[in-house]
């Protein structure tokens, strides 16, 4: 059951006005309010992408995570990369269906928008970043009360071991209320750091400096 | 490792335990209704909806009505019938999964009974976790119109990981305001019961259900209509957020991959479960994704014209349907076809039909560009058993 022959190749945080690489911080911007934050940081780490500004918050944080980790990899487009994307949070995408809700609440003011209800589940993220970088791959959405370390393991191997996917693009993408936290990573059988669900947890909660 | 979908259970607008769901199914029984809601809807509307009265009744006897919502009165009926049935119990070994699209979305509502706090998704966990006493945290599972089916991929996946030896799955939505007027704002709701591959069809029907079953590995929790999980996948078209690939990429992808799994021919499947949602984009997706695989002349039903589209619940509800079709050895009608309505040639039933069927193929689609595929084989080793034991 414990695989070692998988490493974690990279991962990123965005939580706190702060963007970190493998640990590095790669932005920040003490500014108010996420919208501001994310849109500063996407200029900041060059991801040119106008989809972007389209996207709900959830969208927002979740792509901008996946494409600083999924740039380093320099994918090729034109060939199949095998990359599974497993995520996991708290709020689903709650955020946006609170936006929704109000959109119907009162008849006086009911102005229901196929834009907005596009984005009240958690997997639409997921499609963006997929859309982005072209994996036809493996995806799955997990809600858990906090972070899962265990079942973002087991689950993530046994797509390895069963050759469903070559790479696994994992864990959370939270946002709920002005709050939010990314925290996503590439398996691998590169890299140093080893695919165990104590590295995964010690990741999850570095503080970053 | 053999894994099986096992004990099972439905609880629809057709009935609260599997056998009454065939028996409507068989008689060409639909669950869709004409609604009058002009909160929601300015026109009628069809959908299919659980009876109050009698889903309250149901639920009197094994818990407190004012105590849990809509949903997971559904949902706590099902899996309480599965628990029964099973006698498997509710430790270490035992995984809960609950796969929906929307969950408690209705709590949002400020004319709810419950708090907003209800539509977190770990709290339905809870709230199902708690009443039986499991003993694992609920894994929900919410990826759009796939979840139903991908949890079943994902409980297999876990089992020969030996995570888990069993693995519970609930899976359920309910009609709300929400999701009717979000459909609608897509323009995508059908104004008469939808009719899924016909040339006529405009849309969908919403409905609700609760369905679950047991996945396991131990022999000993095999019921008499269990299925063999022979392959899964689930791919990404890579394409669209809210519509489906013009090529069916995703689609075909999953479906190539499960066979590969597998290690069978395509044209060996006996029948194929679709997702015919009746959108004109989705059932075209889905009869390209066929024909790329050549299974354009296997017998294939959806039965969105019985249930309508009961989204998270809609994977795992057809599954049973299709285990019971294996049981029985009976193809049932895709209720609402009428003349096909795809570019591509799918074998659409018209009439229930008697076969001998090993083999089956379910199929999801679902927003965000999903799709899974996942193929199941007759449990055939307990039919020679039963057959054995007939005779002696």
């Known amino acids: 059951m414990v695989d070692t022959a998988y490493h974690i190749k990279s991962f990123c945080h965005i939580k706190n006005n702060t963007v970190s690489l493998n640990g590095s911080i790669i932005y920040q911007n003490e500014t108010k309010g996420f919208p501001e934050f994310i849109k500063t940081a996407y200029k900041a780490v060059e991801t040119n992408y106008p989809k972007f500004f389209k996207m709900d918050n959830l969208s927002k944080l979740a792509f901008l995570a996946a494409d600083i980790l999924l740039k380093n990899e320099d994918l090729d487009t034109e060939i199949d990369n095998n990359i599974a994307i497993i995520f996991s949070n708290r709020s689903s995408s709650l955020d946006t269906d609170r936006k929704y809700q109000e959109s119907i609440q009162n008849k006086e003011s009911y102005y229901p928008s196929p834009a907005v209800f596009v984005y009240t589940l958690p997997n639409i993220c997921i499609g963006e970043i997929s859309i982005k970088h072209k994996l036809y791959s493996e995806n799955s959405f997990f809600i858990f009360d906090s972070f899962n370390a265990q079942h973002l393991f087991a689950y993530t191997s046994s797509l390895l071991l069963t050759n469903k996917a070559n790479e696994v693009l994992c864990g959370w993408v939270e946002f709920d209320d002005k709050q939010y936290e990314a925290f996503l990573y590439l398996v691998s059988k590169e890299g140093t750091i080893k695919h165990t669900t104590k590295e995964i947890t010690k990741l999850y909660q570095l503080k970053l400096n | ?392």
Not at chain 2, 69 to 97: C, G, H, P, Y
Not at chain 2, 110 to 126: C, D, H, Q, T
Not at chain 2, 147 to 156: C, P, R, T, V
Not at chain 2, 299 to 309: A, D
Request: glycine share 8%; aromatic share 8%.
């Open chain 2, 1 to 392: 490792m053999d894994v099986f979908v096992s004990y099972n259970n439905i609880v629809s607008v057709l009935g609260f335990n599997t056998l009454s769901n065939i028996k409507n199914v068989s008689k060409g029984i639909s669950g869709i209704k004409k609604h009058i809601n002009k909160k929601v809807i300015k026109t009628p509307f069809y959908a299919a909806i659980i009876d109050t009265n009698e889903l309250d009744d149901a639920f009197e006897k094994i818990g407190n009505i004012k105590k849990y919502t809509r949903l997971e009165k559904m949902m706590i009926l099902s899996l309480n019938d599965v628990i029964q049935q099973s006698k498997v119990s509710l430790d270490k070994k035992t995984a809960l999964i609950i796969s929906t699209t929307k969950g408690n979305v209705d709590a949002l509502d400020s004319e709810s009974e419950f708090s907003k706090e209800r539509a977190y998704l770990p709290e339905l966990g809870k709230q199902i976790q708690h009443f039986f006493g499991f003993e694992n945290e609920a894994i929900v599972v919410s990826n759009a119109c796939v979840s139903g089916i991908l949890s079943i991929a994902i409980a297999k996946r876990l089992i020969q990981s030996r995570v888990y030896e069993n693995a519970l799955i609930v899976s359920g939505d309910v009609v709300s305001e929400f999701i009717l007027s979000g459909f609608n704002s897509f323009q995508a709701i059908s104004e008469k019961p939808c009719k899924p591959f016909s040339k006529n069809r405009t849309g969908i029907t919403i409905g609700e259900a609760a369905a679950s079953v047991l996945v396991t590995s131990n022999k000993d929790f095999i019921s008499d209509d269990a299925v063999k999980i022979l392959g899964d996948s689930s791919c990404n078209d890579a394409n669209h957020i809210s519509g489906p690939s013009r090529t069916g990429e995703g689609l075909y992808r999953s479906m190539l991959a499960a066979f590969t799994e597998a290690k069978i021919q395509p044209n060996t499947i006996d029948y194929i479960s679709a997702h015919g949602t009746a959108t004109p984009f989705n059932d075209e997706m889905e009869a390209i994704a066929i024909n790329r695989m050549e299974l354009g002349n296997v017998p294939l039903n959806s039965l969105k014209g019985y249930y309508g589209h009961t989204l998270g619940a809609s994977g795992l509800l057809e599954t049973v349907i299709g285990m019971q079709s294996l049981f029985n050895n009976v193809l049932y009608t895709s209720l609402g076809f009428d003349e096909l309505g795809v570019s591509q040639k799918v074998n659409v039933i018209k009439k229930n039909e008697s076969k001998e069927l090993t083999t089956f193929l379910k199929t999801a689609s679902g927003f965000g560009g999903c799709n899974t595929a996942v193929l199941f084989k007759k449990n055939k080793e307990l039919i020679k058993e039963l057959v054995c034991q007939i005779n002696h």
